[in-house]
C-alpha cells in the first residue's frame, strides 16, 4: 500500500448521527480510484456506505473498518460490467457493535474477487454478510469469507452467506466461507450456494403468458434482491 500514499484515504468519525456515503468507481472519471479507505468509528457512530463499481478494465481495492464499542456499520457494495476486480474487506469489531455487509455481482467480464474478513475481538457483537453473484458471459467470480471470534468474544453472533446464479454453461463461480471461533457462547452460520435458474418456475411463468426473457429478468432480480434490501440510504433506496 505504501506504493499508493496518493490513493489513500482515512476517515474518522465520531458522532452518534447516522452519516451515509456514496462510493463510486469508474472509468467514466479519468482520476485514479482510491487503492485504500480506513475507516476509524469512534463509540456510538453509525455509518452506511453505497460501494460502486462499473466500467472497470482493473480495479483494486482495500476497506478497513475499526469500530469501537457500540459502533455500526452497513455496507451495500454493486459490481457491473468490470473485466478485473478484486476488492478485500476488513472489520475489527469491539464490544456491542454491528456489522451489515451485502453485495450483488453482475454483468461482469473477466475475473471478479472479493473477500472479507471479519474479526470480532470483544463480546456482544453481530456480523451478517450476504453476497450474491450473477454469473454469465464466460466470466469467473470468486468469494471467500471469512469470520474470526477471538476467544474472548462471548455471546457473539455471526452470520455469512454467499450464493452465484450461473446464467450459462462457460461461467465459473467459487465460494469459500469459513469461521474460526476460539468462544464457545456464540451463535455463528455460513454457507454457500452455486446453481441456475429454476426450470418449473420458467415453465410456470411462461404458461402465464410472460416471455422467456421476461422471465429470467424477473427470477434474477429477485435473486439478487437479498443483497439490496439493507440498504436504506433514503435518496436511492
Known sequence: LSLYQELNYIFDYNNEKKISLVIIDSNRDKKKSPRYLKFNLHQNSN???????????SSL??????????SSVNMT????????LRNEFYFN???HCS???SGANFCNLGVNDNYSFIQHKEPNSSSREVFKSIVERG????????IYVDKIAQKTDGYQMSR??????????NNKPELEIYADDVKCSYGCTIGQLDDNALFYMRTRGISKED???????AFASEALEKLTINELA
Open 47 to 57: 455509518i452506511e456506505i453505497l460501494q460502486i463499481t462499473y466500467n472497470k478494465e
Open 61 to 70: 481495492a482495500f476497506y478497513e473498518f475499526n469500530q469501537s464499542n457500540s
Open 77 to 84: 457494495v454493486l459490481q457491473a460490467n468490470n473485466i478485473q
Open 93 to 95: 469489531l469491539a464490544s
Open 99 to 101: 456489522t451489515k455487509i
Open 139 to 146: 466470466a469467473i467470480t470468486n468469494f471467500q469469507g471469512k
Open 164 to 173: 452465484s446464479l450461473l446464467l450459462d454453461n462457460i461461467s465459473k463461480s
Open 215 to 221: 422471465a429470467k429478468t424477473i427470477l434474477t432480480f
